[in-house]
């Protein structure tokens, strides 16, 4: 019987590497030898592996070569192109002149679509586009819709407490100057050729004109007290279809450090809107409303508009476009708001111009740089008169731009049917003679058509959606709010400047369903 053999004269089970590497080469050697094979003619590598399948019988291991061979160039591609991105970032990471810290300084001053082409370039500039501060000034407007909730989102994530500026939304055109009249509401007859875009760039127009932007996409600004909007400095709103009202007091909540505040086409009323303002924005510094229904919106009350005066003392420049406001409105407005220098109410409805009265003298109204009341359908030729007096008597020293242009004339003192287009008693060369710093805009048709004042009057009120107002008290909301030596800015008649009455409308919302077009 053959002896059993002890422990220590056994073979050993455990497989020695050593010794395997001495019997086989190694994966390095092979993976050597397999890659010098590159330099070979493609020709005959392709006729070795023809005959290495010919010479397999079974179909079976056939496909079996195949596939592993399909298999290692696919690792071995991707090995490559894994190296290759590592020598590329440690070569540019040495021959890149700036350190991190300056180079996320840079990023930070690109525009956002600039700093995701930078950060597609290679990983280090990837790393360096990711940091918060890259994202401190967030520009996603566009004129073609193809900015989505989630790509807001994203963006508004990585700036986080560093954010300070926000612009969104379907801007028609070039950005304006900023004493421009140009309308920034996106409407079919002013939207884009997109004869010249990509079809990426179309794609997402096809069927309708539809803004892929909805209610929720400012809802990242909001949350904890580290909330993204706590240290917001400027927000800007263009043309976001299914924005509404709920939508965007709950962002102007979150925004409690707001300076620059810009809403344009957006369906919100203006009474809320400036409630809301007044309420949550006490720093703001400039608003810019543009309403996205030309003369429809009269919500404006004289209560919100003396709150809004007493919660927003630091407001330097406020433009209202598009509204129905009445001048004893925009005097508290403009008298209140006494650091006011930037005024613009383009093409409102029921100006006259009675409020420009002893504007000059006195506080509030004073320290205007700039007055835009362009296209105001009801601004007289008699007010602008009397205002252009009393720059010539001195008041308004600070004054440097006037327009009061309008492409349907001023209205007459007793009619604002009769048109003027050519007026005599307004003292233009006066004016410009006296005061050679004042720029003064005063562009006027050579004539007239009544024609299209009837049919502009009929289609703001008697459109294709009937929009039924209610009248309020026949009491003037205002009567308390005012002294009596600012009585006489209340008694124009006959110009749809009813001062003694304030009506609302009523907006029809849309549906709460939504559709989130998420960009892939």
Same mark, same amino acid.
């Given at each position: 019987?053959?002896?059993?053999?002890?422990?220590?004269?056994?073979?050993?089970?455990?497989?020695?590497?050593?010794?395997?590497?001495?019997?086989?080469?190694?994966?390095?050697?092979?993976?050597?030898?397999?890659?010098?094979?590159?330099?070979?003619?493609?020709?005959?590598?392709?006729?070795?592996?023809?005959?290495?399948?010919?010479?397999?019988?079974?179909?079976?291991?056939?496909?079996?070569?195949?596939?592993?061979?399909?298999?290692?160039? $696919?690792?071995?591609?991707?090995?490559?192109?894994?190296?290759?991105?590592?020598?590329?970032?440690?070569?540019?990471?040495?021959?890149?002149?700036?350190?991190?810290?300056?180079?996320?300084?840079?990023?930070?001053?690109?525009?956002?679509?600039?700093?995701?082409?930078?950060?597609?370039?290679?990983?280090?500039?990837?790393?360096?586009?990711?940091?918060?501060?890259?994202?401190?000034?967030?520009?996603?407007?566009?004129?073609?819709?193809?900015?989505?909730?989630?790509?807001?989102?994203?963006?508004?994530?990585?700036?986080?407490?560093?954010?300070?500026?926000?612009?969104?939304?379907?801007?028609?055109?070039?950005?304006?100057?900023?004493?421009?009249?140009?309308?920034?509401?996106?409407?079919?007859?002013?939207?884009?050729?997109? $004869?010249?875009?990509?079809?990426?760039?179309?794609?997402?127009?096809?069927?309708?004109?539809?803004?892929?932007?909805?209610?929720?996409?400012?809802?990242?600004?909001?949350?904890?007290?580290?909330?993204?909007?706590?240290?917001?400095?400027?927000?800007?709103?263009?043309?976001?279809?299914?924005?509404?009202?709920?939508?965007?007091?709950?962002?102007?909540?979150?925004?409690? $450090?707001?300076?620059?505040?810009?809403?344009?086409?957006?369906?919100?009323?203006?009474?809320?809107?400036?409630?809301?303002? $007044?309420?949550?924005?006490?720093?703001?510094?400039?608003?810019?409303?543009?309403?996205?229904?030309?003369?429809?919106?009269?919500?404006?009350?004289?209560?919100?508009?003396?709150?809004?005066?007493?919660?927003?003392?630091?407001?330097?420049?406020?433009?209202?476009?598009?509204?129905?406001?009445?001048?004893?409105?925009?005097?508290?407005?403009?008298?209140?708001?006494?650091?006011?220098?930037?005024?613009?109410?383009?093409?409102?409805?029921?100006?006259?111009?009675?409020?420009?009265?002893?504007?000059?003298?006195?506080?509030?109204?004073?320290?205007?740089?700039?007055?835009?009341?362009?296209?105001?359908?009801?601004?007289?030729?008699?007010?602008?008169?009397?205002?252009?007096?009393?720059?010539?008597?001195?008041?308004?020293?600070?004054?440097?731009?006037?327009?009061?242009?309008?492409?349907?004339?001023?209205?007459?003192?007793?009619?604002?049917?009769?048109?003027?287009?050519?007026?005599?008693?307004?003292?233009?060369?006066?004016?410009?003679?006296?005061?050679?710093?004042?720029?003064?805009?005063?562009?006027?048709?050579?004539?007239?058509?009544?024609?299209?004042?009837?049919?502009?009057?009929?289609?703001?009120?008697?459109?294709?959606?009937?929009?039924?107002?209610?009248?309020?008290?026949?009491?003037?909301?205002?009567?308390?709010?005012?002294?009596?030596?600012?009585?006489?800015?209340?008694?124009?008649?006959?110009?749809?400047?009813?001062?003694?009455?304030?009506?609302?409308?009523?907006?029809?919302?849309?549906?709460?369903?939504?559709?989130?077009?998420?960009?892939?």
């Amino acid at each position: 019987m053959a002896k059993r053999l002890c422990p220590s004269s056994a073979p050993s089970q455990i497989p020695n590497a050593n010794a395997s590497t001495k019997q086989n080469p190694s994966m390095d050697d092979l993976l050597e030898t397999f890659l010098d094979m590159a330099d070979s003619p493609s020709l005959s590598i392709g006729l070795s592996f023809d005959r290495l399948i010919d010479s397999t019988p079974c179909d079976a291991d056939q496909s079996l070569l195949i596939d592993r061979a399909l298999k290692l160039g $696919s690792l071995l591609l991707e090995a490559g192109n894994r190296s290759a991105r590592k020598r590329a970032s440690k070569h540019n990471s040495l021959a890149w002149a700036l350190p991190p810290d300056l180079t996320i300084k840079v990023f930070s001053m690109l525009d956002t679509q600039s700093l995701c082409y930078a950060a597609a370039t290679c990983s280090m500039f990837y790393k360096c586009a990711m940091d918060p501060l890259c994202y401190a000034n967030i520009d996603l407007r566009t004129i073609v819709p193809r900015v989505n909730n989630a790509v807001v989102s994203t963006m508004i994530q990585r700036a986080g407490r560093s954010l300070q500026s926000l612009q969104l939304g379907i801007v028609p055109g070039p950005t304006a100057s900023p004493w421009s009249c140009q309308s920034l509401v996106y409407t079919i007859r002013n939207s884009v050729d997109v $004869s010249s875009f990509s079809w990426n760039d179309k794609k997402t127009r096809q069927g309708k004109e539809s803004f892929i932007l909805t209610r929720t996409c400012l809802n990242p600004l909001s949350g904890e007290s580290g909330a993204p909007g706590s240290l917001l400095r400027r927000l800007h709103l263009y043309n976001i279809e299914r924005m509404d009202k709920t939508s965007l007091c709950m962002a102007l909540s979150a925004c409690p $450090s707001l300076l620059d505040l810009e809403i344009v086409g957006l369906h919100v009323e203006l009474r809320q809107t400036l409630m809301s303002v $007044s309420v949550s924005c006490p720093l703001i510094e400039r608003l810019f409303f543009e309403s996205s229904k030309t003369g429809r919106d009269d919500s404006l009350k004289s209560p919100t508009c003396v709150d809004f005066v007493n919660n927003c003392p630091h407001l330097t420049s406020l433009a209202l476009r598009g509204f129905k406001l009445p001048d004893y409105k925009v005097r508290i407005l403009v008298k209140g708001l006494r650091k006011l220098k930037y005024v613009d109410f383009s093409t409102s409805y029921s100006i006259t111009g009675t409020f420009l009265r002893n504007l000059g003298s006195g506080i509030g109204g004073n320290l205007l740089e700039v007055l835009i009341l362009r296209d105001c359908m009801h601004l007289k030729e008699m007010e602008v008169a009397r205002f252009l007096t009393a720059v010539l008597s001195g008041d308004f020293k600070f004054l440097r731009h006037i327009d009061v242009s309008n492409r349907e004339g001023l209205a007459s003192e007793g009619d604002w049917y009769m048109r003027c287009f050519n007026s005599r008693i307004i003292p233009l060369k006066e004016v410009s003679k006296e005061r050679p710093d004042l720029c003064l805009l005063a562009e006027f048709p050579s004539e007239g058509s009544f024609i299209d004042i009837d049919h502009m009057v009929d289609s703001e009120f008697h459109s294709e959606v009937s929009l039924p107002s209610q009248l309020s008290s026949h009491t003037s909301d205002g009567s308390l709010l005012m002294s009596s030596s600012e009585s006489s800015y209340n008694s124009d008649q006959g110009s749809g400047n009813e001062e003694g009455q304030d009506s609302g409308y009523i907006f029809f919302e849309e549906s709460s369903d939504e559709v989130d077009f998420l960009a892939l």
